[in-house]
């Protein structure tokens, strides 16, 4: 039961929906100020990302270092990047809890490195 005059915790302008909402802002703004990436901590978002979608749970270390070609230490090293920069979150200790928090970047194909000209396209 609630208090009176107070709402009940659900709902809007409650302290726990306050500080709910105060949350997601807070998350939100750490998703939208994520850090550029290096190289290998880009190739290292694409796995995990491409992981996660073709088997619905993220890797484990040793997976990941296998589809990487690098050892566990240097795969370790790339996931504290990614968390350092605000691209994924890991609940430390527990096995296989790597979320994604923004997808990784693609590259621009119409940028003209993608682009052929016609000549490379003649047979």
Do not use: Y
């Not at 694409?46 to 050892?71: C, K, Y």
């Not at 923004?102 to 000549?119: A, G, H, N, Y």
Request: hydrophobic share 40%; glycine share 6%; net charge neutral.
């Amino acid at each position: 039961m609630s208090l009176p005059n107070t709402p009940p915790p659900n709902e809007p302008g409650s302290p726990a929906h306050q500080a709910a909402l105060a949350a997601v802002v807070a998350f939100a703004a750490q998703v939208m100020n994520a850090r550029p990436l290096l190289p290998a901590q880009l190739d290292c978002l694409r796995v995990l990302s491409e992981w996660i979608n073709d088997h619905g749970i993220a890797p484990t270390l040793t997976q990941l270092a296998t589809e990487l070609d690098m050892s566990k230490g240097q795969a370790r090293a790339q996931l504290r990047g990614l968390v350092r920069k605000g691209w994924i979150t890991r609940g430390w200790g527990r096995a296989r809890s790597i979320a994604i928090l923004r997808d990784p970047p693609m590259p621009d194909f119409t940028d003209p490195v993608f682009l052929l000209s016609d000549e490379t396209t003649r047979c």
